[in-house]
């Protein structure tokens, strides 16, 4: 029977690029894959491109073409990626330099637009779901909007002889499942399939994740050697089971558990998981570990996808202000507490008037607050204080206050810190699939 | 005896929303583990922090539970003034409750 081995080489977009190379020199992989968008990164890559044309895709492209095209291309394994954010055709061009920089040849990279879809979304002036209101009632200034697209369109340009794909926002399930499609066949209606494919996708989309990352908790979960975690593969069949593994001697481990962390990793209700390609049903899968980090995987199966792409909306909401400063020692506590009460006073005084505020005791209630975080009493505190304005003046307003706290604050106070910075703020909706139209173009080296 | 001592959990975060996973490390426990953790007491749990809805979703097969709070994360990553901006930290607090 037919099987391919994809690797995943990132998680999110500044992840570490040395297990990505482990991957595609000691994996024997057929693909290696790089899963970088956020929902925030692409309206940050939009507001990028505003300024420089050339720019608004990851920042970390070119350190990544540059350590595994060489590899890549000697062994065949194909590259498929969202690096592209904001801007993949000016990805496509600086992984097309990078590549003869490197004096590779006959390499055929693939360009997958269509995600952005700011124009019909204004225009036609869409409901945003968590504000509830339309884009023009919302009074917001709209940075951005792109659309989850599919898997087709990324296996399409495979078929096509891509060996390097570069999309903006695919969702990152489709990402993987592009490669299946086009290795094994799969139509774009052979729903269980799909599911399969995208349950496989979803597990790996993390990299580090199902290895071991993100799960160490010493004594209960001691996992080896972190410091050279590697990246996740999964064996795949062409009946869609697969078994997810890691290069031998890298570290981390792949257990029964790290998987079943990872499949419920930032997902809602299991039966029903969208993607633009699928309505994916995790409930039925089952893992079984079948030798030291191997883990098959099986029982997922798939639902006719659903008539709307979600789409990712990025607006300007105001600034964020901040400001911290740290006491320690006998009686910090206290002292920290008059830090922040001389702080809010000082709001009152200068008539500055938030949107919203939180004043934090980081090492006491800062993460989860007073309830939960009863009887905790640490040696040494951080007094923080953060809100939101309107205006980048009164946010400024914030940190300034806390650095005053120096020579007019509580006794001992130490290494203010003070920061303002934009909200670029997210928001979704739903889009007539049918209305979005993806693009592929293709460069040759 | 502390959540934390039968069950692992990862918190992942979608806009405004968290879904904590909450999994027995033995599968035996899942039922134990089912009984204890409600929806209602994970919401009370999280009182000063989820505004919403909790949602508990079962997965036997794989002796776990999947809660989706609604309105938990202050606006979501990009929005909220909490410094863990991902709500990262929650399944943390969770494993801290006792059974």
Request: no cysteine; proline share 3%; net charge negative.
């Given at each position: 029977m037919k099987k391919i081995r994809i690797g995943c080489?990132?998680?999110?977009?500044?992840?570490?690029?040395e297990p990505a190379v482990e991957l595609a020199q000691k994996?024997?992989?057929?693909y290696l894959i790089f899963e970088c968008l956020a929902e925030r990164t692409i309206a940050i890559g939009q507001k990028q491109k505003k300024q420089?044309?050339?720019?608004?895709?990851?920042?970390?492209l070119a350190a990544r073409m540059k350590a595994v095209l060489p590899i890549c291309a000697e062994k065949k394994i194909k590259i498929v990626t969202n690096?592209?954010?904001?801007?993949p055709k000016a990805a496509a061009e600086l992984t097309r330099d990078i590549a003869k920089e490197l004096g590779l040849s006959h390499l055929k990279i693939a360009i997958v637009e269509g995600d952005d879809v700011y124009d019909i979304v204004v225009n036609n002036d869409l409901k945003l779901d968590e504000m509830g209101t339309t884009i023009s009632l919302s009074g917001k200034n709209i940075i951005s909007a792109n659309a989850y697209l599919g898997a087709e369109a990324l296996a399409k340009a495979l078929e096509n002889g891509a060996d390097i794909v570069i999309a903006g926002r695919a969702a990152d399930p489709s990402l993987f499942l592009s490669t299946m499609m086009f290795e094994f066949?799969?139509?774009?209606?052979d729903w269980d399939k799909l599911g399969k494919g995208t349950a496989i996708g979803h597990l790996l989309e993390c990299a580090g994740q199902i290895t071991g990352g993100y799960f160490a908790d010493p004594k209960y979960r001691d996992v080896p050697n972190l410091a050279k975690l590697g990246f996740p593969i999964a064996e795949v069949t062409q009946e869609g089971d697969a078994v997810i593994t890691k290069?031998?001697?890298?570290?981390g481990y792949v257990t029964v558990d790290t998987c079943k962390q990872q499949l419920l990793y930032?997902?809602?209700?299991p039966d029903s998981y969208i993607t633009p390609d699928v309505v994916a049903d995790f409930s039925g899968i089952t893992f079984k570990?079948?030798?030291?980090?191997c883990v098959e995987v099986s029982g997922a199966s798939g639902k006719p996808r659903t008539s709307t792409l979600k789409v990712s909306v990025g607006y300007s909401d105001g600034f964020i202000g901040e400001g911290e400063m740290s006491y320690a020692g006998p009686g910090a506590v206290e002292r920290a507490k008059l830090a922040l009460d001389i702080v809010k006073e000082r709001l009152n005084i200068c008539h500055i008037l938030p949107q919203e505020i939180r004043f934090d005791l980081i090492g006491i209630n800062?993460?989860?607050?007073?309830r939960l975080s009863k009887d905790s009493a640490p040696y040494e505190v951080r007094a923080r204080v953060a809100a939101r304005f309107a205006s980048k003046n009164e946010a400024t307003f914030i940190g300034n206050e806390v650095e005053t706290l120096?020579?007019?604050?509580?006794?001992?106070?130490?290494g203010a810190f003070k920061s303002v910075k934009e909200v670029v703020a997210m928001d979704s909706t739903l889009l007539d699939r049918n209305l979005v139209k993806t693009n592929i173009s293709y460069l040759e080296v | 005896m502390k959540l934390r001592e039968i069950a692992h959990s990862r918190t992942g975060d979608k806009g405004n929303i968290s879904n904590i996973s909450v999994i027995a490390?033995?599968?035996?426990?899942y039922e134990t583990i089912k009984k204890s953790i409600t929806a209602e007491k994970v919401k009370m749990y999280f009182a000063d922090i989820v505004k919403g809805e909790v949602i508990r979703y079962e997965l036997p097969n794989l002796g776990a539970l999947n809660f989706v709070m609604h309105s938990?994360?202050?606006?979501?990553v990009t929005r909220t003034?909490?410094?863990d901006m991902h709500g990262k930290g929650l399944s943390a607090a969770l494993m801290n409750m006792d059974i």
């Open positions: 080489g990132a998680g999110y977009g500044g992840d570490r690029i994996g024997d992989i057929d420089n044309p050339q720019s608004g895709f990851n920042e970390f690096m592209g954010s904001a801007n066949g799969w139509q774009n209606d290069v031998l001697d890298a570290g930032e997902i809602h209700k570990q079948i030798g030291k980090d800062s993460l989860h607050g007073e120096y020579t007019n604050g509580p006794a001992g106070g130490g | 490390y033995d599968i035996d426990d938990a994360l202050g606006g979501g003034l909490s410094h």
